[in-house]
């Protein structure tokens, strides 16, 4: 079992910056690829970013790309997600996610085997 938990979701005025973190329990953090996918009420759980369990291949949505940037630190058990130039657009509930076995970002939510509670960003207009 590998449990999930976020934290850093606040709210922002639009501009403005915000870190998510993400820390894992279990012995193979560094085994796993980790992914951020955020959701809004009545919509599919999207593909925000990942990265893959070496940490040297990044993954990001076109929303987001060029703002927002992934990262990990498998001595902390963490990954974080770094989010700038927020806009009202980004507001959702952010899900961390675990993919198991050496293995690169994926896409698709359904890839995914572990999944945190999730943080709600909202930014202001």
């Known amino acids: 079992q590998v449990q999930l938990v976020e934290s850093g979701g606040v709210l922002v005025q639009t501009g403005g910056s915000l870190r998510l973190s993400c820390a894992a329990s279990?012995?193979?953090?560094?085994?796993?690829?980790m992914g951020w996918f955020r959701q809004t009420p009545g919509e599919e759980r999207d593909f925000v970013s990942g990265?893959?369990?070496?940490?040297?291949?990044?993954d990001y949505a076109n929303t987001v790309q060029g703002r927002f940037t992934i990262s990990r630190d498998n001595a902390k058990n963490t990954v974080y997600l770094q989010m700038n130039s927020l806009k009202p657009e980004d507001t959702a509930v952010y899900y961390c996610?675990?993919?198991?076995?050496?293995?690169?970002?994926?896409?698709?939510?359904?890839?995914?085997?572990?999944w945190g509670q999730g943080t709600q960003v909202t930014v202001s207009s």
């Open positions: 996610a675990a993919r198991l076995g050496w293995s690169d970002p994926d896409t698709s939510s359904r890839r995914w085997d572990y």
């Open positions: 279990g012995r193979t953090f560094s085994t796993y690829a």
């Open positions: 990265i893959n369990w070496r940490g040297d291949n990044t």
